[in-house]
């Protein structure tokens, strides 16, 4: 049997990484195209067998068919992966996230009609107003242009399908940690801790509700989504469902350090941070999707990778 031809935009990225590893372990034929210079053999301990650094356009798209072959799936994590980021530089992050998109639909529908394509999206396209977990269905209100790009991107794919019968399915993440991640709470955490700050500040009161998902899970989830991808647009939350205030995570990390330190809030979150981010799985559930790294032990995890990192650089 021929193995499956997969390409990921974006593949160099954390999400990438970790998705590419999974999908070659499954046998797959996995191919990427993204920002980063990446040594063949470091693509490959990635289970990468072809890379092209550049952006995400026609001529590289062509390239990498020359190549790989035509996909039978296409991940699409490219894009803007940051929300203060895209505050700072809306245009670049539309650029990044929208016109990315735009790119690799109108690709596919003249080179590679008949590719799936898995669209990884943010529970950032809800907005700040939702108290308990979220369904797929419920209301969208972007507040920053990182969540209004997602959105935006998701409503392409839509068309496309609707118009051109592209194959799609959305998958909309929330909280993922794990290693490799060098920004968020649980980097900037340990790059306090590591500081030798004997009491280390953070922002918000502590109470905010996230839904913790480790990388190694959620690349399984993207794979077990995959084969629904249709003209229908299905979408799918990539959550736990369970809900793990701030100030709990930053115990979790407290406990897996090698020194001690005492952790505050300073009471001021930034404008637009929601107070809960919680996924209603329902969908996911439905598939069989079983969650197996509970936050305690992926935390612990990237401790052990972080201080692995930072002090041995390995």
């Given at each position: 049997m021929t193995a499956e031809s997969i390409w990921i935009t974006g593949a160099h990225g954390f999400i990438g990484k970790h998705l590419a590893r999974t999908l070659a372990e499954l046998g797959c034929q996995v191919s990427g195209l993204g920002?980063?210079?990446?040594?063949?053999?470091?693509?490959?301990d990635w289970g990468v067998t072809r890379w092209i650094n550049g952006e995400i356009h026609s001529g590289n798209l062509q390239l990498l068919q020359q190549l790989a072959g035509t996909p039978d799936v296409v991940y699409h994590l490219a894009g803007g992966?940051?929300?203060?980021?895209?505050?700072?530089?809306?245009?670049?992050?539309?650029?990044?996230?929208v016109c990315s998109t735009m790119e690799l639909l109108e690709w596919l529908r003249l080179n590679a009609p008949k590719a799936r394509l898995v669209v990884v999206s943010s529970a950032a396209v809800y907005g700040a107003s939702h108290q308990s977990a979220i369904s797929e269905d419920d209301l969208q209100v972007p507040y920053s242009p990182y969540g209004y790009h997602k959105l935006i991107m998701e409503q392409l794919c839509q068309s496309y399908a609707a118009t051109y019968g592209t194959q799609v399915v959305v998958a909309r993440l929330f909280s993922v940690y794990g290693s490799f991640l060098q920004k968020q709470l649980l980097w900037d955490l340990c790059v306090k801790l590591e500081s030798g700050m004997p009491t280390v500040v953070l922002g918000g009161t502590g109470g905010e509700l996230r839904d913790w998902t480790d990388v190694r899970d959620v690349a399984r989830a993207l794979c077990s989504v995959k084969e629904l991808a249709s003209d229908t647009v299905?979408?799918?939350?990539?959550?736990?469902?369970?809900?793990?205030?701030?100030?709990d995570v930053a115990l979790i990390v407290l406990n897996a350090w090698p020194t001690k330190a005492t952790i505050t809030f300073s009471g001021?979150?930034?404008?637009?941070?929601?107070?809960?981010?919680?996924?209603?799985?329902?969908?996911?559930?439905?598939?069989?999707?079983?969650?197996?790294?509970?936050?305690?032990?992926?935390?612990?995890?990237?401790?052990?990778?972080?201080?692995?990192?930072?002090?041995?650089?390995?």
């Open positions: 920002h980063g210079s990446w040594p063949e053999q470091h693509a490959a992966s940051s929300v203060g980021g895209a505050i700072a530089n809306p245009r670049e992050d539309f650029f990044r996230t299905p979408i799918f939350n990539v959550g736990t469902g369970k809900a793990t205030s701030v100030h001021n979150s930034r404008r637009g941070d929601p107070f809960s981010l919680v996924a209603n799985n329902s969908r996911l559930q439905e598939l069989g999707f079983e969650w197996t790294i509970s936050v305690e032990s992926g935390i612990y995890n990237y401790v052990e990778w972080y201080l692995s990192y930072v002090r041995r650089g390995t």
